[in-house]
């Protein structure tokens, strides 16, 4: 199952998920990341499972 959001292709630092994301909803990739990294450090929110997962559900910007 693939989502209709591309992973980004210009603003990415690891994979492009999280400036996918910024960029389909309009939002700002800096805070984005920054919201991100903090929730991803509270024992509440699993980050990096949650970012895997995104990663292999967008699809790949060179697919567009």
Known sequence: MK???YRS???RIIAGVIGGL???YGW???LAR???VLLAF???FP????????WILMKNPNQA
């Open 28 to 30: 700002n990739a800096l």
């Open 22 to 24: 910024s960029e389909h």
């Open 3 to 5: 989502i209709n959001i």
């Open 42 to 44: 509270t024992p509440f």
């Open 9 to 11: 292709a210009n603003d």
């Open 47 to 54: 980050g990096v499972i949650a970012y895997l997962i995104l």
């Open 34 to 36: 920054t919201i991100f």
